[in-house]
């Protein structure tokens, strides 16, 4: 399987963040890029289907409002599976313990 907590805050965001979060942490870790800040999500999303194998997972955080439904339908999306690639039969929102939907769980077939 596959587990990440790639950088999702969006560009734009990142100077408004707790100073225990911005002064400790490298802006590399932090940046998600522009607009939603969905660009290390997408891709990891997108490329994992090449390196996971039928029955793996793809396990990942997100962040800011609505990534969790954005990256679903990025993934739904996907056109279909190449021939070294898998497809995902299962992609689930798993919520955080303040009951915020912030992970994603996606199982290979």
Known sequence: GIVSNPPYIP??????????????EPRLALDGGPGPGMDALVHI???????????????????????VERLRDHMLGLPPPGPHEVGFKSI??????????????ARAH
């Not at 990142?14 to 002064?23: A, H, I, M, R, T």
């Not at 689930?92 to 769980?105: N, P």
């Open 45 to 67: 999303a997108s490329e994992s289907r090449r390196f996971l194998r039928p029955g793996g997972f793809l396990a990942f955080e997100t962040g800011a409002a609505g990534q």
């Open 11 to 24: 560009s734009q965001d990142l100077p408004g963040l707790q100073p225990e979060v911005g002064l400790h």
């Open 92 to 105: 689930e929102a798993v919520a955080d313990l303040a009951g915020k939907a912030r992970f994603l769980v």
